[in-house]
């Protein structure tokens, strides 16, 4: 086998594994968003801050079903771009999680929010881990893909 039927056969359709994340991620996100956005504008009568919180909950399951779509419409291989885009999804949602509940736990100052601190903390440092672990995959793909003059 060649460089070229290597190269080649990496760049076949997705697999079955595959479609499945990414559908999963499509309804998953436009579901969610779905469900929030009707709750928002069922509720008018809501604080600021809640508002806020819906709004970020609807762009982040729109920004979910976005990259379903995305990667669904690809129908090749991606060399692990689709799992650094996901994480770095995960890192700003987890972000965005973690800047919530420290302004809570700042606010009200029970035990309950701070355990949701740590909570958060722990699932922001999984998303970095896993956002480090994609982008090496990633590198290394694509190191192997030069290598083979791709």
């Known amino acids: 086998m060649n460089p070229d039927d290597l190269i080649g056969k990496l ?11 990414n559908v999963v991620a499509l309804l998953g996100g436009l579901g969610g968003a779905l469900f929030i956005g009707l709750l928002w504008a069922t509720e008018p009568a809501l ?3 809640t508002h806020l919180a819906f709004g970020v909950l609807v762009a982040l ?3 979910w079903a976005g990259y379903g779509v995305w990667a669904l419409t690809r129908r090749t291989p ?16 987890t972000g965005l999680l973690t800047a919530g509940t420290i302004a ?3 606010a009200r100052g029970t035990w309950v929010s701070t355990a949701g601190v740590l909570v958060a903390v722990t699932l922001a440092v999984l998303a ?5 672990r994609a982008r090496a995959a990633r590198a290394a793909l694509l190191r192997r893909k030069g ?3 791709g």
């Open 147 to 149: 290598e083979l003059g």
């Open 78 to 93: 991606l060399f692990a771009l689709d799992r650094v885009i996901a994480a770095w999804l995960a890192v700003v949602a």
């Open 128 to 132: 970095v881990v896993i956002l480090i």
């Open 11 to 21: 760049s076949g359709p997705l697999s079955l594994r595959s479609r499945i994340g």
């Open 61 to 63: 399951g729109l920004a």
């Open 47 to 49: 604080p600021g801050r």
């Open 104 to 106: 809570v736990a700042v």
